[in-house]
């Protein structure tokens, strides 16, 4: 059971915010598992589809789009709000607007597809990621820390430096395996920030560098 923090909702938002927290917490535990990899892929799929689509529908609620900002203006390094904000939402535009896939790997985009029926914000992501990539900072490098098992694991996230009718690959973004593990961690910490004492979680962004 959440408390979320008093600051802003009113009834209405807080009894939303109430159903929305609870099955991403429910949707986190299932996905940071180790275990989640060994489910068949099409339920994979549909799991992680879903914290997606929860947290891109919180993302429209002030206080956390204030948090965001604040994360983009520098209270953080300023791709993690990108991260956050962008390419999360970017990732699940992708598996709404586009419900043909059943698995992670199967996953991608392409100009075409983008704009087919008309320019949005998949499009302007894309545009956006080919301008990061001529200034050398395509490539975000992290390690997360996972307490439990005393592991730090390595991986990168890649943003795309070809935007035209080739296909691009969600998995080569981001694998699905242990970048799962980091977005529903980075996702929890940004939602954390609305809830009063949220529960400590096992997994730990430590570090990024950027090439």
């Known amino acids: 059971m959440i408390k979320i923090a008093e600051l802003k909702p009113n009834e209405k938002e807080r ?3 109430f159903l929305f927290y609870n099955r991403f917490y429910d949707l986190y535990e299932e996905v940071v ?3 989640f990899i060994n489910n068949d892929a099409k339920i994979r ?3 992680l589809r879903e914290a997606f689509s929860i947290y891109k529908e919180l993302l429209s ?3 956390i789009k204030e948090h965001i900002e604040w994360m983009k203006k520098g209270g953080r390094p300023h791709f993690e709000g990108i991260i956050a904000d962008d390419l999360f939402s970017f990732i699940r535009n992708i598996l709404l607007h586009f419900p043909i896939f059943d698995t992670w790997d199967e996953v991608y985009i392409n100009k075409n597809l983008a704009t087919w029926s008309k320019v949005g914000q998949i499009d302007k992501f894309l545009t956006n990621c080919i301008k990061r990539k001529i200034d050398g900072r395509g490539t975000v490098k992290y390690r997360i820390w996972e307490e439990k098992k005393k592991k730090m694991t390595y991986f990168t996230i890649n943003f795309p430096d070809n935007y035209t009718e080739t296909n691009i690959y969600l998995k080569d973004i981001l694998t699905e395996e242990v970048g799962m593990k980091f977005c529903m961690a980075l996702m929890r910490e940004i939602l954390d920030t609305q809830v009063e004492n949220p529960d400590v979680h ?3 962004i430590m570090s ?3 090439f």
């Open 45 to 47: 799929f549909y799991k």
């Open 15 to 17: 009894s939303i915010l």
């Open 202 to 204: 096992d997994i730990k």
């Open 33 to 35: 598992n180790d275990d």
């Open 208 to 210: 990024q560098v950027y």
């Open 61 to 63: 609620y002030e206080p």
